[in-house]
Structures are given as C-alpha cells and as structure tokens.
C-alpha cells in the first residue's frame, strides 16, 4: 500500500500562555498506486483507486495495521478523516475505524460520519471530527460498499487521508478562569451584556486573540443559527476539543478560522469562535453566511440531551446578540443569503440539509424564543414590553418587483422612530433613512436610483421592532 506519513510536531508560541505542544501529522493512502492485498471481498484495485467489483453484492476492504503517527498526543488525540471518493453517494460507501494501544485489543469499529458544516463546494468526503485516547498507538480502516442497483455510477475510493492532531498543553476552562467580557464592535448602549466567556487566548487559539483570516468578513446580523457539533458529549478537557475544532477547520477545511462564531460546552462555558470581533461573518450554513451568527453546542444531540448549563449559556448569548443587533428572538424575516425566509432563532437544518442541532435539541427553539424575549423585555435599556403586532401592522412594499421606486406602507398605533434600510445580497447597506412613524396609516415614497436587477433586502428598524421584506428589482 503506498502511503507516508506527514508529520508536523509543532512547539507553537501561546499569544498569553506558556509553548503549546500541539502537534499535526497524517497518514496518507494513494489507492491508485498501489493494488489493495488486504483482508477483501468483492472490491479490486483499478487506477481510479478501489472499487467494488459487482454493485449488486455489498464488499468491504479491511486495512493492515497502521501506527498512529504522534509522537505524544495530550490530553486526546482528534481525528479528521478525509476521503476521495468518486460518485460518492450518502450511504454508498462508509468508512469504519478501531484503535488499539497493543494491536490485541481493538476498539470497536466506529463508523466516521460525514462533517455536517462542511463546504457543500467541496469535492472530498471530509469526515465528523473523532475523539480517540491519547494511549492508542495503531488504527485499521474499513471501507464497506453497499449493494446499489448494477446501472448506478461505480463508487470508487481513490485516497484517504487520516489527519491527527494533539492539541497538547490546554487547560480545562471553568468559570473562574475564563477572561471574556467584551468584543470589539460591540453596541455598548444595548442592556443586555454578553455573558462572560472564554477569549481564543484562553483555549490556546495558536492566532491567540487575533483573527486567524487574514482579511475577516463582516455582515449585518439578522440570524442566530445554532448548531450541535455531532461529537462526543463528555470531556474533562471541552477547551482542547475548541482547539482541536479550529485545527480541523483551518487545516483540514481550508478555511481561514474555525466556523463558528461562538461555541457552547455542556458545563456553560462560552467559547469565542472566530475572531475578529462582533458581526464577524463565521463558515456554518451551508456556504451561505451572510446576516449570520452561528453558535455550536459540544455534543451530539441526535442522542444526548443538551444540559441546563448549555442552554441557559445559549439564552445569554442569543439574548445578547438580540439586543446587540436589534433582532426580535421571537420573529422571523427574510434571509437574503439563503433565499428563505427563517426564524430569527433557528436551526442548521432549517436553512440547509442536515439533522443539525438534532432531534433532541430542535424542539426546545421555540421555548427558547420564547424565554430569550422575556429575558430581552427585562434587560434591554430603557425599554417596556410592547407587542410588537400592535405597534406597526400591515408592513407593505408595492409594487414589487419595481424599479427601484416604490412605496413602503403600514399603519401604526404609536409614535416610533426608526431607519429604513436597503441591503444587497451581500448584506452591503445601500440606502439608509431615518422614518418618524406616528399613528395611523403611512405612506412612504422610497426612491433607490439606479440598481441592478436583483433582489434586494429591506429592513425597517425602531428600538422595538425589525422587520424585513424581500425587495425585487426589475427594470425589464
Ligand atoms: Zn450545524
């Protein structure tokens, strides 16, 4: 079997902290180089790598042993596989994984699962981060290819690549040693604080507290997208698997920080994900970002169940970023990026396809809506519950489709000043007024000037409402 080992023990400087001895390193298996001569049945080697050699009868490949190519992995070791499949299919062809400290006693086999927030523009199969004991020293893979219809398009594995990382000298987080309070950019006259949490120096970020992309992206926050992470759902070390998330988006993923905005574990604590401050644009929904803050909570909750600690962390923050960016938590308005329009709380699977933040975390949004605003209600500055659906109904834009003149309608109980705003479809602000709305029905006339045809996001905005209207322009 051709394959070689790439490793990379790094001693990389902390920003505030002492030498982190982190440490990458891969192993790589060129299957269209070499012909498979493990244990086998029904899949041969052909120059586009391994493949099955009837589709009506299930095969599998088993590797020899293989060592795990770290030196000394502390407190765990994660693993991101990464597959190359041809014609790849969900359920068509899986990879399995065991471990063994002794090559006696093998772990049970492990299926690796597809990574749910990954780039759907990205040609490999990257698989869901795994969590191994640092005491393994040796790994076997399995490749199983399921029985498909003969006429379907052959699957074929050509590479893998099985990338380990020790993310070495990081000390476990509590409450009392998480240094947090504020993030650049942040609206300070809103009420609501952010809750305390743990800076990108305090999990040993190796950018420490600066951004790790070289030119972050910005954009107007009008969703909050929670997330689970699929991993494990126990650690006595939650800000080494922060750390060892950031290594397998930035080094495994390419991209340029970890994807989420800000990342939960089950005993509360609040992680900074991206850096570069508020409104930061993260990598979470399915390549469309934009008008986004993603939220990850540590676990897998298709089978665990979220903890009290997490969610009321998750309250904080959504209450916060409500606040911050003038979000109604219980509403919902059109997502220019994605095309939908969502809940300004929702899911990953709400706007893209996946079970994410699974079946035992997707029912509890609308209850946490609901105690999100009461919390808002209490803590925003200088402001009384008002129902929103009382103070401005019947919000209109007509005629739309137009051409960048139209007229914005809606009837008011009270008197309320806001701004309305025009977005284009990367969340640019393009026009911006200030509206005085006074009781009774009103009539606006909002001239754009010339725009290219497209769609458009209008958003109109007092202290105590938001909303938001799809706005098309076409001048054909
Ligand atoms: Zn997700």
């Known amino acids: 079997m051709g394959w070689v080992f790439i490793s990379s023990p790094g001693f990389i400087l902390g920003q505030d902290g002492p030498p982190i001895n982190s440490e990458n390193s891969s192993v790589q298996i060129d299957f269209t180089q070499s012909p498979a001569s493990n244990d086998q049945a029904n899949v041969v080697s052909t120059s586009q790598g391994l493949m099955p050699l009837r589709q009506d009868v299930e095969g599998y490949y088993v590797s020899g042993i293989e060592s795990i190519p770290l030196i000394n992995s502390q407190p765990f070791m994660a693993l991101t596989p990464v597959a ?32 749910h927030d990954d780039d759907p523009a990205q040609p490999a199969f990257i698989g869901n981060m795994i969590i191994a004991d640092s005491t393994y020293n040796y790994f076997s893979y399995m490749i199983e290819f399921k029985q498909v219809p003969p006429t379907s398009p052959i699957a074929s ?12 000298n990081v000390t476990p987080l509590t409450a009392s040693t998480i240094s947090g309070t504020t993030i650049a950019g942040m609206n300070s006259e809103c009420g609501c604080d952010l809750p305390a949490f743990a800076t990108r120096a305090d999990w040993n970020c190796p950018d420490g507290n600066n951004p790790s992309c070289a030119s972050p992206d910005y954009s107007q926050v009008s969703h909050q997208i929670v997330h689970h992470s699929a991993g494990i759902n126990s650690s006595n070390n939650w800000a080494a698997v922060v750390l060892s998330i950031w290594d397998s988006h930035v080094n495994i993923n390419g991209w340029c920080d970890i994807g989420y905005n800000w990342i939960i574990d089950p005993n509360g604590i609040i992680y ?15 390549g469309k970002n934009t008008g986004t803050m993603g939220i990850c909570m540590l676990g897998n909750f298709e089978n665990a169940t979220p903890s009290p600690e997490a969610l009321a962390s ?47 975390l997707y029912p509890l949004l609308p209850s946490i809506r609901t105690q ?43 008197f309320q000043q806001g ?48 909303l938001n209207k799809k706005l098309i322009v076409d001048t054909h």
Not at 157 to 168: I, T
Not at 272 to 286: D, I, L, P, S, T
Request: proline residues 5%.
């Open 419 to 466: 701004d309305i705003v025009v977005y284009n479809s990367l969340g640019q602000e393009l026009h911006r007024e200030i509206v005085q709305i006074y009781p009774g029905i009103y009539q606006k006339i909002i001239r754009l000037g010339n725009l290219p045809d497209g769609v458009y996001q209008l958003r109109m905005k007092t202290p105590n409402f938001d």
């Open 372 to 414: 999100v605003k009461a919390q808002l209600d209490q803590c925003k500055n200088g402001s009384t519950h008002i129902d929103e659906d009382l103070i401005v109904s019947n919000f209109r834009v007509f005629p739309n489709p137009n051409q960048g003149t139209f007229q914005v309608y809606w009837e008011s109980e009270q």
């Open 157 to 168: 594995v050509s590479h893998l690549q099985f990338n380990f990382f020790s993310p070495g």
């Open 272 to 286: 900074e994900g991206r850096g570069g401050g508020n409104n930061v644009k993260g990598a979470h929904f399915c």
């Open 314 to 360: 998750l309250n904080k923050l959504l209450t916060w970023k409500s606040c911050d960016a003038n979000i109604s938590p219980t509403g919902s308005s059109y997502h220019m990026s994605s095309s939908q329009t969502l809940m300004t709380i929702s899911g990953h699977r709400d706007g893209c396809a996946t079970v994410c933040p699974g079946g035992n």
């Open 84 to 115: 190359h499949i041809n014609n790849y299919h969900p359920g068509v062809v899986s990879i399995l994984l065991r471990f063994s400290s002794d090559q006696v006693v093998w772990s049970n086999w492990q299926k690796v699962e597809k990574f």
